[in-house]
């Protein structure tokens, strides 16, 4: 089984409208050369790429944009358009006085597997007290949550709310919550690792930016900035495979991956083992 378990929904049918919220969407994220992408077009793609599963992102963003980069209600409709292949997460602004009241409806109404935070676009630290219902919320359903972790290309977005260690506390105070770091917290990738030997309960994904290719890039992350055996010996269960797509091809990241020489078992944790774990998909 290979998932990919970061990738952003907004401009896959039926959500990319061509409209108004469309612009707007595309200008708040930063993504306005990205156009539009069917879904049979999506789902050739993931077969291209031996793809399974993608993980769909969404984002809400009502207090500080006055918007959501895909609502919940919109992301049960595209999980229905192919949910055999598709894993819908949930959002939600902390700073909305009905937050609770949306992860109920997100998780026991909609179905949906997780949640998604961006603490640098919504301006939260993960350990302020608003955040503490989110968690409660999340344990109660048994839901993990994917935050984005360390440096953004996107508008407005301080880096000083996603740093790896902004989510220790978190990780200390709710050790029965999974915690998925993306992006691998890039550039502190250190930090990262750090956090995933620590705690059982933190996770992290392989969408990191890079600017040259995916292969080399994870060869200098894995092989040099870290050492080569870490994966293999020390956080085999810990890592998995993300692409941010479609900003990034799950293609060529997932070659990155496969390059890396890793153990054949060590490689099939990280393409989806580890994300079965994190959904809660073992069963």
Known sequence: MVIDVHTHAEFMEPMYKGDEVTRQRKEIMGREFLGYC????ALFQMDHAGIDKRVLLPLDLTTQYGCTIVSNDEMKELVGEAPERFIGFASVDPYREDAVKELDHAFGELGLSGLKLNPSKQKFYPTDSIMKPVYEK????????LFHCGTSWEPNTPAKYSKPLCFEEVAIEYPELRIGLAHFGWPWVQ???MMLLKYPNVYADTSMLYCDRAKDFFHQIFKVDLSPLWIENMFSDKVMFGSNSP???EEDMKY?????????RTLA????GNAMKFLGMED
């Open 38 to 41: 069917d879904i049979s077009m």
């Open 269 to 272: 944790k990280v393409l989806g």
């Open 191 to 193: 930090d990262t690792a």
């Open 138 to 145: 999340c344990i109660e359903y048994g839901k993990p949550i």
């Open 256 to 264: 990155g991956l496969e390059k890396l020489g890793l153990r054949e």
């Open 247 to 249: 900003r990034f091809g």
